[in-house]
């Protein structure tokens, strides 16, 4: 019988944008993702396959309308010349093709953008350097020049004529960007602008700049496009910048004559975590109290994002007028098929975000491609032509061992489910999931239990289809004998990787002394999630690692009344700066009590105490002293530290024990029926959740190939030497060139 989804009819009801109709309210907003105009089957693919999945509009990531606006060594687009016109056009057209709108967000920077490759200098209100990383780890790396009127001029003018260019990609839509402290907002706002001109000084006259714009917009483009503005109402400055109550109402109500959507966040770009919340911090739909305000000052539509995942959510901030429209980046990655799923009453199958924003880490790495933890095909859909809903069918009946069902086992196993193998999952665990399951107890990261939860969905709907195939759980581990009598075809081992238990680490490439987690004093993190260890009240955590584990764990223990201290020779949560959890984990630290040793390593471990040193300290360097000996590192600035319990988040290691024994035995294959034996995920290399689950897709996509167990070449786009360009005769070529 079929779902009754009338429930959520509002949600596929059509609005006019301008001369548009948006056939639905699910828009997926700009969002980089690293393939610009230098990749357009990649821009192509991934943003098509968007509107096959039911969004009814798709947008470009910021996309440049000047030399003056490069933000290289990011990867953004470009729609600075016929050449960039006609590489966008492939996406507006696969868009079209699923009768969905198309949209080129207007993208000028100013100073946040460094200019690194064409080399030029941006204009703005007043002159100031970015407060923004334009250069990852370098606020203040970058000035501009404060533009004069004849400078505002050609900038407006420069945005009119990109408008025009955008109309003659096909695009239906053109935003121009103004949040995030870019392009137009610095105008706006007071702490950028400082002019005493008509373009500075009183609310009217700092709002001129982009009410001139829009309307050089309106007049290059009419009605051909609908026009769109996107706008912080509140840069969360307080006094110091815009806030809604006073500048973000005011000129919403003045600009709403000049446009047909607004398009609305908050923050700005040094912190704009507060706009792309990580889950850590922020549930879904936590702009709203501000957003919920923007409707009382303009009669157009509006759209504003809260990485809404839940269908329910999405109907009530509609139907309680805090927005017309759903806007998405981070869910519309996770799900490019979110809307269908929604219609055909398929809440069950959503691969929900997890807010972890591994995505937009990639981006602030320097715009390399972009990935998902939850969707592997997120970036692959053009070059290995990986669709997310779509499988190419088992090419044997061969069936399938997958020994262990963590986030690497539990994707290979689906994957291969859904092409149709017989596959038997076998795992020590009582719940599919592996580490996920403890990383989703500590502090914050309840959602990343997400990722676990829908393939645990996905595998119990897939082995009811497939009677042959079998989930045993609560298993004792398995040996190489056990594999090997198992019967199975083929053998994927996802065994995971575990935290060192004497402190290897990545500076000595050597234990460190005394660091024993068989003592009682001294744990793994696999230990503290197992409690079975009592923890002192003074916890010391030696840290090697720059992601999220040393700080969850400090907090853990903080919350529950110890005290703690963290040395670390890397900055503490350093790789959280780049998924936008660096300051309030670093707040976080603050308000919690939790001392932090920076520069810190640990050369030796004692009950009741550390020896710890400063890595730059004097004698941590090689030197040769002429004694004849070989040159070597001294440690003369030692300190002890007293503590009651250590906690080791040094290195992890693979458990490949397993692997290495059946490789060794491969004389045993034949006369046990096995032809191939795999490992994948962290058994292979430790790695993030998104990199061991994109490792046991590929697998599963790539089983049959000739050598399995190593990538085989995707599809690249590049330019080739001395190669005309002649469109049409060579499909292929033209994505390339």
Not at 185 to 212: C, H, V
Not at 687 to 705: C, N, Q, S, V
Request: aromatic share 10%.
């Amino acid at each position: 019988m079929a779902k009754d989804t009338s429930a959520y009819d509002v949600l596929f009801t059509p609005i006019k944008i301008g001369s548009k109709t948006l056939k639905n309210r699910f828009y997926q907003v700009p969002h980089c993702i690293g393939a610009g105009t230098n990749y357009p089957g990649f821009q192509m693919a991934h943003r098509g396959v968007k509107a096959e999945g039911g969004w009814g509009a798709i947008n470009t990531e910021q996309c440049s309308i000047h030399p003056e606006c490069d933000d290289t060594l990011r990867i953004t687009a470009r729609i600075w010349d016929e050449g960039d016109v006609r590489n966008l056009r492939p996406m507006v057209d696969y868009i079209h093709k699923n009768d969905a709108l198309a949209g080129c967000e207007l993208f000028y920077a100013g100073v946040h953008a460094p200019g690194l490759e064409t080399r030029t200098i941006a204009r703005g209100p007043s002159q100031y350097n970015a407060d923004f990383a334009t250069v990852p780890g370098c606020p203040g790396f970058t000035y501009n020049h404060e533009a004069d009127e004849d400078e505002i001029k050609r900038l407006q003018q420069h945005y009119a004529d990109a408008a025009s260019r955008a109309r003659d990609a096909g695009f239906d839509i053109v935003d121009l960007y103004g949040a995030h402290a870019y392009g137009p907002m610095q105008w706006l706002n007071p702490y950028y602008n400082k002019r005493t001109d008509k373009y500075g000084g009183s609310f009217e006259n700092r709002a001129r700049f982009w009410i001139e714009t829009l309307e050089k917009i309106r007049e290059a483009v009419g009605d051909d496009l609908a026009v769109v503005t996107r706008c912080s109402v509140d840069t969360l400055y307080g006094g110091a910048g815009v806030e809604i109550g006073e500048d973000g109402l005011k000129f919403i109500e003045m600009a709403s004559p000049y446009v047909d959507l607004w398009n609305v966040n908050i923050g700005d770009i040094a912190e704009w975590g507060e706009d792309a919340g990580p889950s850590r911090f922020y549930q879904s739909g936590h702009q709203n109290d501000w957003v919920r305000f923007v409707k009382q000052a303009t009669d157009k539509p509006v759209v504003s994002v809260g990485r809404y995942v839940d269908a329910e959510k999405m109907l009530e901030v509609i139907n309680t007028g805090v927005v017309d429209i759903i806007g998405a980046a981070r869910p519309s990655i996770a799900d490019p098929f979110l809307p269908n799923k929604i219609k055909e009453g398929r809440i069950e199958d959503i691969r929900t975000c997890i807010g972890c924003n591994v995505c937009i880490s990639r981006w602030e790495m320097g715009g390399v491609p972009f990935i998902c933890t939850q969707n592997a095909t997120a970036g692959e859909e053009y070059r290995r032509g990986w669709h997310p809903e779509k499988f190419e069918p088992a090419k044997s009946d061969k069936d399938v061992l997958v020994v262990g069902a963590g986030p690497a086992g539990s994707e290979c196993a689906r994957v291969l489910l859904e092409r149709g193998y017989t596959v038997h999952i076998v795992d020590d665990r009582e719940k599919v999931g592996g580490y996920v399951n403890d990383v989703a107890t500590l502090p914050g990261l309840g959602e990343w239990g997400y990722h676990r939860d829908y393939r645990e969905i996905q595998l119990d709907k897939l082995l009811k289809k497939n009677k042959g195939s079998q989930l045993a759980l609560g298993q004792k581990r398995m040996t190489a004998d056990d594999i090997l009598n198992y019967g199975a075809t083929r053998v994927i081992l996802a065994t995971g990787a575990t935290w060192s238990t004497v402190g290897f680490n990545h500076m000595t490439q050597e234990p460190i002394p005394g660091a024993d987690a068989s003592l009682p004093h001294v744990l793994t993190p696999e230990q503290v999630f197992e409690g079975k260890k009592k923890v002192g009240k003074r916890v010391m955590i030696i840290n090697y690692d720059p992601y999220y584990w040393a700080p969850s764990i400090a907090e853990k223990f903080a919350r529950a009344g110890h005290e703690v201290t963290i040395a670390s020779v890397c900055g503490v949560g350093a790789y959280m700066d780049f998924t936008l959890e660096g300051p309030n984990v670093q707040r976080m630290l603050r308000d919690l009590g939790i001392k932090v040793l920076g520069e810190t390593g640990c050369s030796r471990v004692e009950e009741g105490r550390v020896e710890l040193f400063d890595i730059y300290g004097e004698g941590h360097k090689r030197e040769y002293k002429g004694t004849g000996q070989l040159p070597r590192r001294e440690n003369n600035t030692n300190q002890w530290h007293e503590c009651d319990t250590v906690i080791l988040i040094t290195a992890r290691r693979s458990n490949d024990g397993l692997f290495r024994e059946i490789k060794a035995r491969k004389d045993e294959w034949e006369k046990n029926g096995i032809e191939d034996v795999f490992v994948i995920g962290d058994a292979e290399a430790p790695r993030i959740i998104a990199d061991a689950t994109f490792d046991g897709h590929r697998l599963a996509r790539e089983i049959e190939d000739e050598s399995p167990q190593h990538q085989k070449p995707f599809k690249r786009e590049q330019k080739i030497w001395g190669v005309p360009y002649n469109p049409g005769e060579n499909p292929d070529l033209e994505w390339r060139l």
